[in-house]
């Protein structure tokens, strides 16, 4: 999917529950209630670093973070 966004300049959508998977994207909104709780972006970090991020916030929505 990284290959399709960037070679053709696609926009994609995933939904997922798996924090690794979420790790690779730019952009991610996090739901809590079927509003918008919290809203992380990549930007300049390395894929370890926004994986840590995201556990940050599955932590204050109650998540489960024993995936480390």
Do not use: W
């Given at each position: 999917?990284?290959?399709?966004?960037?070679?053709?300049?696609?926009?994609?959508?995933?939904?997922?529950?798996?924090?690794?998977s979420a790790s690779y994207c730019?952009?991610?909104?996090?739901?809590?209630?079927?509003?918008?709780?919290?809203?992380?972006?990549?930007?300049?970090?390395?894929?370890?670093?926004?994986?840590n991020e995201i556990l940050d916030?599955?932590?204050?929505?109650?998540?489960?973070?024993?995936?480390?």
């Amino acid at each position: 999917m990284e290959d399709i966004n960037k070679n053709m300049n696609a926009t994609i959508l995933m939904v997922t529950h798996d924090p690794l998977s979420a790790s690779y994207c730019n952009k991610i909104l996090f739901l809590n209630d079927g509003k918008i709780f919290n809203k992380l972006e990549k930007g300049d970090k390395q894929r370890k670093e926004f994986y840590n991020e995201i556990l940050d916030v599955l932590a204050l929505l109650g998540g489960d973070t024993n995936v480390r």
